[in-house]
């Protein structure tokens, strides 16, 4: 069983930076393609990036390009995925979930793995 830790979240004003980081209890999350979603009330959990195994392809979807970065690191002990955040807009506030995938997903369904989320709050 894959366990997924979300840190990093908090409050920041509008135009501030945040990184998250997602720690996975498990080595063989190097085989997964991971996701960093986020979901605000009454609203459905949505993809935001997306980084295949490797670390050679990503996704992000349109609201974050050039703003957002998501990356990997599995040389550590504990194999950890980043998001960091610049050019922080209220309209980001969401909790984000890592989740972890055998496919390089886009859709919330395709992910097998969860964290239990960090709540990000931006203030205008």
């Known amino acids: 069983q894959v366990q997924l830790v979300e840190s990093g979240g908090g409050l920041v004003q509008a135009g501030g930076s945040l990184r998250l980081s997602c720690a996975a209890s498990?080595?063989?999350?190097?085989?997964?393609?991971m996701g960093w979603f986020r979901q605000t009330t009454g609203k459905e959990r949505a993809l935001v990036a997306a980084i295949n195994w490797s670390g050679g392809s990503t996704y992000y979807t349109d609201s974050v390009k050039g703003r957002f970065t998501i990356s990997r690191d599995d040389a550590k002990k504990m194999n950890t995925v980043y998001l960091q955040m610049n050019s922080l807009k209220p309209e980001d506030t969401a909790v984000y979930y890592c989740?972890?995938?055998?496919?390089?997903?886009?859709?919330?369904?395709?992910?097998?793995?969860w964290g239990q989320g960090t709540q990000v709050t931006v203030s205008s």
């Open positions: 498990e080595r063989t999350l190097r085989r997964y393609n």
């Open positions: 989740a972890a995938s055998r496919s390089f997903a886009v859709t919330r369904d395709e992910y097998d793995y």
